[in-house]
C-alpha cells in the first residue's frame, strides 16, 4: 500500500543541462548580445577551468567563488561555439560519428559550468547567484538556440538521419540518432530563417520571464514570517515542532511558507484566526506588490502560445504532449477528470464531516482543513501523527531506503567523506552487486532560506559511455526537512517518508543507467509523464510490513512500529483522500489550461487569478479547497520543466500502481525476477525506447488504470480502459 499520495515533487529544473552554440546562424536575431569575450586575466585560478582531483571529482565546492562562473561560462560557451563550427565546417560527408557523435560531446565543459551553477542556485541562492542567474540563463537559450537554429547543422543531421537504415547502427546508437533528429525538428530547425529569428527572440525573453518568476517566489515566499511571541498563541503544537520554530535572534516562535512546517502547523495549531493567516501568506504569495508573479504568469502562458503556433502547433500543451505518453491535451484531461469526478464527491463528503464535527460553533472554512481532518482521523482511526513520528527517524528511513534498493537490485551504499556544497550534505558511493562503482549519491535534506522549496534529484555529473570512456553520475536528492534542534533526531512525517523513497527512485534511475549517452541517460530523455514513475513506484515499499520491520523503528527504544498502529494507518490513510485527489488535480487541470490557449486567446488575458478562478469554477472545484498550486507560485508549470506536465504524477501513478501490483501477484514485494525486469527495463534502460514499451517490457502487459483508483479508495468505473 501506499498511504497517501503526493505531489510536487520534482527532478531538476530544465535549465541545468547542456545548452549550446555557433557563431554564425543565419537566424541571429541580437547580434550584439552574442558577443561574448573573456580575458586570460579573468580566468585565473578559475576552478572550473582544472581537471578537478576530488574524490569522486565532485566540484571543490569550498574553492568555487560566484565570481568564477560568468568567466567560465563564457569561456566554455566559446569552446562550445568552436567544437560546432568545427562539425559545421568539416569538409567529408555528414556520419554518425562527425556529426550525431560529435553534437553529442560538444559543450561538455560547458555543461559541467552549467550543472555546478544550477544545483549550487537551487540551494545556496544569494543576491549575487540570483543577480547572475538573471543574466546567464538567457545566453544559454541563445547558444542552445543558435545550435538547434543553424541551418547547415540541420542539414547534416537530416543527412544523417536519411541514411539511418544503412548505418548499421547498434540499439543506443540509433536511439541517439532518432532523439537528435527529434529535436531539431521540435525546436523549428526546418522553419523559414525569419521564424527561427523570432523563435529566438522569444526563447531569450521566456528564459528571463521564467527565471523572474521563480526569483519572485523565492523572495515572497522568505518575505512572509508568522512571528508567534506568546504561549498562548503556540496552542496545540507539538514541543518537538515547537522547537524546531524557535528563533533566539527574534525571541519568538516563527512559522515561514516551506510545506513541512506549513501542514504542519496548519494542522496542530489550536489557533483559528492564526491557521487563517498563515493560511493567506501561502495561498497569496506573489500575488500583489513587488513580487507580484500573475503579469509573469501571462506574459508566459502568452509567450508559450506564440511559440506554438510559429512552430505549427495549435497549443503550447499540444506541442509538448506530442511526445508524451498522453499524446494530446484531450488525452491528458480525459484521464484527469476520470479520477476528478470520484475524488470530488468524496472531498465533499469529507467536508460534510468535518463540518458535522465542528456543529454550530462556525462555517468550515478552506483554512480550518488539515486541523479537522486531523481531528477526524484521530476520533475516527485514533491516529495522531505525533504517534507515528517517533518511528521514523532520517538516519533510519534512509538506511531503509538504501536496504531496498540492496533486496531489489543488489546495490550497496557506503558513506564517504565528501565535502558538499553544504555541511549539512551527505555521501555515499554506489556499487552493483558485482561491487562494481554505480556513482556517488549526495543528500541535501534540510530546509533553508537560500534553498527552493519542495523535494528533488539533480546531478552534478551525467552517466555516459563513449568510446570506452565510462564516466559515472554525481546523483543529488533534497528534500526540506524541519531541522531538529540539535542533539535532536530528525523524526518525519510519514508523507515526507514517502517523499524520500520518491526521490530515491529518481535517484537510483540516475544512478543504475547503463546507457552510454547523457541525452537519453537515467531521467533525461524519456516523457514527463513517464518519468515520475520510477520515482513513485517505491512509494510503495514504506508502508509494507516487511518494510516497516526494516526502517521503522522507535527513535529511543528500537522497537518496530506496532502492527495495530500501522493497521490504523493502512485504514486512515484513505481518510482525507478526496481532499489531496482534488488539490492536486485542479493544479493540473489548471496547468493543461493556461497552456492549452491559443496564440489569440492568450493575448486577450489580462488578470490571471480571473482566468484562474474561471477555469476552476467550471470543472466545479469547491470554495474550501485551493488548487495544489495557484498560477502565482505554480513554479512546476512557470519556472521549471513541467509546462503542460504537471498532470505527469497521477498519469505516472497509472503505471506505478499497476507495477507494484506485479510485485503483489507474486506475493513477495522483493520478488527477484519481477525486480530484474525492472531494473533492466526501467531502472537501467532511461529513455532507450519508447516510453510504452519499456514498461510492457518489465509488465509484460500494458498497464490498466484500476489500480490507481482502487489505491486511493474509489469506486472503479464501469466503461472505460486504461491508457
Ligand atoms: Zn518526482
Redesign the pocket.
Known amino acids: 500500500m501506499k498511504l497517501s499520495s503526493l505531489l510536487g ?3 531538476a529544473a530544465a535549465m541545468l543541462g547542456a545548452c549550446g552554440g555557433a557563431d554564425k546562424d543565419d537566424a541571429k536575431s541580437d547580434s550584439a548580445s552574442d558577443e561574448i569575450a573573456v580575458t586570460e586575466a579573468e580566468l585565473a585560478g578559475n576552478p572550473f577551468m582544472e581537471e578537478w582531483t576530488t574524490p569522486y571529482g565532485v566540484p571543490p565546492f569550498g574553492r568555487i567563488e560566484n565570481g568564477d562562473y560568468m568567466p567560465a561560462i563564457k569561456k566554455s560557451i566559446l569552446e562550445m561555439r568552436s567544437e560546432i563550427a568545427e562539425i559545421v565546417g568539416n569538409p567529408d560527408a555528414p556520419t554518425f560519428e562527425n556529426t550525431i557523435l560529435a553534437l553529442e560531446t560538444a559543450g561538455a565543459a560547458l555543461t559541467r559550468v552549467t550543472r555546478t551553477f544550477g544545483n549550487v542556485a537551487g540551494t545556496e541562492l544569494d543576491d549575487e547567484m540570483r543577480a547572475l542567474q538573471t543574466k546567464i540563463y538567457p545566453m544559454l537559450t541563445r547558444e542552445r538556440d543558435a545550435i538547434t537554429l543553424n541551418a547547415e547543422l540541420w542539414t547534416r543531421v537530416r543527412s544523417v538521419y536519411e541514411q539511418k537504415d544503412q548505418l548499421g547502427l547498434d540499439e543506443q546508437d540509433a536511439r541517439l540518432l532518432e532523439l537528435k533528429h527529434r529535436n531539431f525538428l521540435r525546436a523549428g530547425a526546418a522553419l523559414d530563417p525569419a521564424v527561427k529569428a523570432e523563435l529566438t527572440k522569444l526563447n531569450t525573453e521566456l528564459s528571463k520571464l521564467t527565471t523572474a518568476f521563480g526569483q519572485n517566489l523565492l523572495a515572497a515566499t522568505k518575505a512572509f514570517k508568522l512571528e508567534l511571541k506568546d504561549e498562548a498563541q503556540t496552542a496545540g503544537l507539538s514541543e518537538n515542532f515547537k522547537a524546531s520554530i524557535w528563533n533566539e535572534n527574534a525571541g519568538a516562535w516563527v512559522v515561514g511558507l516551506n510545506r513541512s512546517a506549513y501542514e504542519t502547523f496548519m494542522t496542530q495549531s489550536e489557533v483559528r484566526e492564526l491557521r487563517e493567516e498563515l493560511f493567506n501568506g501561502y495561498r497569496l504569495r506573489a500575488s500583489s506588490g513587488e513580487h507580484d508573479n500573475g503579469p509573469n504568469a501571462i506574459k508566459i502562458a502568452q509567450l508559450r502560445a506564440k511559440r506554438a503556433e510559429l512552430k505549427g502547433y495549435q497549443s503550447h500543451a499540444h506541442y509538448q504532449l506530442e511526445t508524451r505518453m498522453a499524446k494530446t491535451p484531450k488525452g491528458a484531461e480525459d484521464f484527469l477528470l476520470r479520477v476528478w469526478r470520484p475524488g470530488l464527491e468524496r472531498a465533499k463528503e469529507e467536508r460534510a464531516d468535518m463540518q458535522a464535527m465542528i456543529g454550530d460553533e462556525h462555517k468550515f472554512a478552506a483554512h480550518d482543513w488539515w486541523h479537522y481532518a486531523e481531528k477526524v482521523r484521530k476520533a475516527r482511526f485514533d491516529l495522531d501523527e505525533n504517534e507515528t513520528k517517533p518511528y521514523f527517524d532520517l538516519e533510519m528511513v534512509r538506511n531503509g531506503a538504501f536496504e531496498m534498493a540492496q533486496r531489489l537490485f543488489g546495490l550497496t551504499f557506503e558513506p564517504v567523506d565528501v565535502a558538499g556544497w553544504n555541511p549539512v550534505v551527505t555521501s555515499y558511493d554506489v556499487k552493483n552487486a558485482d561491487g562494481v562503482h554505480l556513482g556517488l549519491f549526495m543528500t541535501d535534506m534540510y530546509a533553508r532560506d537560500s534553498k527552493r522549496g519542495g ?3 539533480s546531478s552534478y555529473r551525467m552517466a555516459s559511455n563513449i568510446e570506452g570512456d565510462s564516466v559515472r553520475p554525481l546523483i543529488t536528492n533534497n528534500l526540506n526537512l524541519s531541522t531538529p534542534p540539535a542533539g535532536e533526531p530528525t523524526l518525519m512525517r510519514f508523507s515526507e517518508v514517502e517523499t524520500l523513497f ?2 530515491f ?2 535517484g537510483l534511475h540516475g544512478l543504475m543507467t547503463m546507457i552510454n549517452y547523457e541525452s537519453f541517460a537515467g531521467t533525461s530523455g524519456s516523457p514527463r509523464d513517464y ?2 514513475f520510477p ?2 513506484i517505491l512509494e510503495h515499499w514504506t508502508a509494507e510490513p516487511e518494510m516497516l520491520a526494516i526502517y521503522a523503528r522507535h527513535y529511543q527504544s528500537g522497537d518496530v512500529i506496532p502492527a495495530e498502529l500501522v493497521e490504523r494507518m493502512r485504514v486512515a490513510s484513505n481518510f482525507n483522500q478526496g481532499f489531496k485527489t482534488t488539490e492536486y488535480i485542479a493544479a493540473s487541470l489548471l496547468d493543461l489550461r493556461w497552456h492549452s490557449l491559443t496564440s489569440e486567446q492568450a493575448a486577450a488575458l489580462t488578470d490571471a487569478r480571473e482566468f484562474e478562478q474561471q477555469v476552476l469554477s467550471e470543472y466545479g472545484l469547491i470554495d474550501e479547497i485551493e488548487p495544489r498550486y495557484r498560477s502565482q507560485y505554480f513554479n512546476h508549470v512557470f519556472a521549471s520543466g513541467y509546462s503542460a506536465g504537471y498532470y505527469a ?1 497521477l498519469w ?1 501513478e497509472i503505471l506505478d500502481a499497476d507495477g507494484f501490483a506485479a510485485f503483489k501477484q507474486a506475493e513477495d514485494i522483493f520478488d527477484p525476477e519481477t525486480a530484474a525486469r525492472l531494473k533492466k527495463w526501467v531502472y537501467q534502460s532511461g529513455g532507450l525506447r519508447e516510453a510504452d514499451e519499456l514498461y510492457r517490457n518489465f509488465r509484460g502487459q500494458d498497464p490498466s488504470i484500476e489500480p490507481l483508483l482502487e489505491g486511493r479508495g474509489f469506486a472503479v468505473e464501469e466503461s472505460g480502459g486504461g491508457t
Open positions: 515533487l520534482c527532478l523535494a528533488w534529484m520518491h526521490e527512485g529518481h518519468t515520475e520515482a513513485q504524477y505516472s
